[in-house]
């Protein structure tokens, strides 16, 4: 039995839904993680994982995508 964890980031940078997408794209590349949902008009990331995950290396996906992201927990 696997369990995931939650993680939530803050962005900032974003101007439509577009933008989400391709956030998600970066920081679904990112080892451990399962899946990304961002929504552009809260201006928060949140990051299923499998395992442990640096968050720096979600803020590092995020910036790869053109934005700027923070840690919210």
Same mark, same amino acid.
């Given at each position: 039995?696997?369990?995931?964890?939650?993680?939530?980031? *803050?962005?900032?940078?974003?101007?439509? @839904?577009?933008?989400?997408?391709?956030?998600?794209?970066?920081?679904?590349?990112?080892?451990?993680?399962?899946?990304?949902?961002?929504? &552009?008009?809260?201006?928060?990331?949140? &990051?299923?994982?499998?395992?442990? &995950?640096?968050? *720096?290396?979600? &803020? *590092?996906?995020?910036?790869?995508? @053109?934005?700027?992201?923070?840690?919210?927990?």
């Amino acid at each position: 039995m696997s369990t995931t964890t939650r993680r939530e980031f *803050a962005v900032t940078g974003m101007h439509c @839904g577009s933008c989400g997408l391709l956030i998600d794209d970066e920081v679904e590349e990112v080892p451990g993680v399962v899946s990304c949902t961002t929504d &552009v008009r809260k201006g928060r990331t949140v &990051v299923e994982c499998d395992g442990p &995950v640096d968050p *720096a290396a979600v &803020v *590092a996906a995020v910036a790869e995508a @053109g934005y700027t992201a923070r840690p919210l927990d």
